[in-house]
């Protein structure tokens, strides 16, 4: 009977003979020698959690795939994690394969609208929408898009419908349009200072001013966007 080291051997190679690799192949992924490779597959060696973690990465398999414990939950994250590497290796050969102008636009997820709950980061790679911007607009890993719905910033020419992005690695100026927390809602205003200190504003009368005490930004806006035809 094998051991749990040699199941894991055993199960490592037919992956890499299904997905027709060479040990060479699967040595570079790991950034180790061939011979490291035969020595996992021959149950000689135990991987270190950190390898079998990039093995099972690179197979879409789970860990405990490699132990013979896969659970039917443990292969429905496997195969979620494989389809999204998979989707982003097809979005950027898409941007590559396009004219020279989509390799300097990045897509932006859209993951909610202001006013509104409170945007939840955690989902922003399993957004249904994405809005292209210019890469030198906006920082990459603070970036995301939100709806606006209501008035309260027609003043400024952002209409309910519209789509803003949002950088939140940004420190607001006088004069910026931001997104802020209030309770557990999100807010579209405008960052103002005073004798009193900074506060936000809407750019519509009917609205009342925010004191920052009462409210935390967590981005600034630095480019709206409507559709005049939907």
């Given at each position: 009977m094998e051991t749990d080291q040699e199941l894991l051997g055993t199960r490592l190679r037919r992956l890499r003979d299904l997905h027709g690799e060479s040990a060479e192949d699967l040595s570079r992924v790991l950034g180790c020698s061939r011979a490291t490779i035969y020595h996992?597959?021959?149950?000689?060696?135990?991987?270190?959690?950190?390898?079998?973690?990039?093995?099972?990465?690179?197979?879409?398999?789970s860990i405990t795939y490699f132990l013979g414990r896969e659970t039917e939950e443990d292969r429905k994250i496997a195969q979620y994690k494989r389809l999204r590497s998979e989707l982003e290796r097809l979005r950027q050969a898409v941007v590559e394969l396009g004219p020279d102008?989509?390799?300097?636009?990045?897509?932006?997820?859209?993951?909610?609208?202001?006013?509104?709950?409170?945007?939840?980061f955690r989902d922003q790679e399993e957004a249904e929408e994405f809005y292209p911007i210019r890469r030198a607009a906006i920082h990459p890993e603070g970036a995301y898009c939100l709806q606006v719905t209501g008035n309260s910033m027609i003043g400024q020419g952002i209409f309910d419908g519209d789509v803003v992005f949002v950088d939140k690695t940004l420190k607001p100026d006088d004069g910026d349009v931001v997104i802020a927390r209030k309770g557990d809602e999100a807010v579209i205003r405008i960052h103002r200072q005073d004798e009193n200190g900074p506060y936000l504003e809407a750019a519509n009368k009917g609205y009342k001013k925010l004191r920052l005490k009462e409210a935390e930004i967590i981005g600034v806006v630095v480019e709206s966007r409507r559709e005049h035809r939907r």
């Open positions: 996992y597959e021959k149950g000689r060696v135990l991987p270190s959690f950190f390898d079998l973690e990039k093995i099972a990465d690179h197979y879409g398999v102008y989509m390799r300097h636009m990045i897509a932006v997820p859209l993951i909610g609208t202001v006013p509104g709950g409170y945007p939840d």
